[in-house]
């Protein structure tokens, strides 16, 4: 196992499901929905961990909802760039 296999951005999957609730029923194709989560990942920090248990012991339930308050931001407006260049 690599040292890459052992890390991981904890809003990628935040992304993901962000996406699944806010996205996925508007048509987008799958390369579409990519970059919607390519988009808002590149408007979010990074916040690496080894251990999600970590992270989540040692945030906030205040932290938590900035976090998914801030991810469904950056999904939204990854998905009116994405609808504005559509047009």
Same mark, same amino acid.
């Given at each position: /196992?690599? $040292?890459?296999?052992?890390i991981?951005?904890?809003?990628?999957?935040?992304?993901?499901?962000?996406i699944?609730?806010?996205?996925?029923?508007k048509?987008?194709?799958?390369?579409?929905?990519?970059?919607?989560?390519?988009?808002?990942?590149?408007?979010?920090?990074t916040?690496?961990?080894?251990?999600?248990?970590?992270?989540?012991?040692? /945030?906030s339930a205040?932290?938590? $909802?900035? $976090?998914?308050?801030?991810?469904?931001?950056?999904?939204?407006n990854a $998905?009116?760039?994405?609808?504005?260049k559509?047009?």
């Amino acid at each position: /196992m690599s $040292i890459s296999d052992q890390i991981q951005n904890y809003y990628e999957n935040k992304v993901v499901d962000s996406i699944n609730r806010i996205a996925l029923n508007k048509g987008f194709n799958q390369e579409q929905l990519t970059d919607i989560a390519c988009l808002a990942l590149n408007n979010l920090p990074t916040r690496y961990y080894r251990h999600e248990v970590d992270l989540a012991f040692y /945030m906030s339930a205040q932290e938590h $909802i900035d $976090i998914d308050e801030r991810v469904d931001v950056a999904v939204r407006n990854a $998905i009116t760039y994405l609808e504005n260049k559509k047009k």
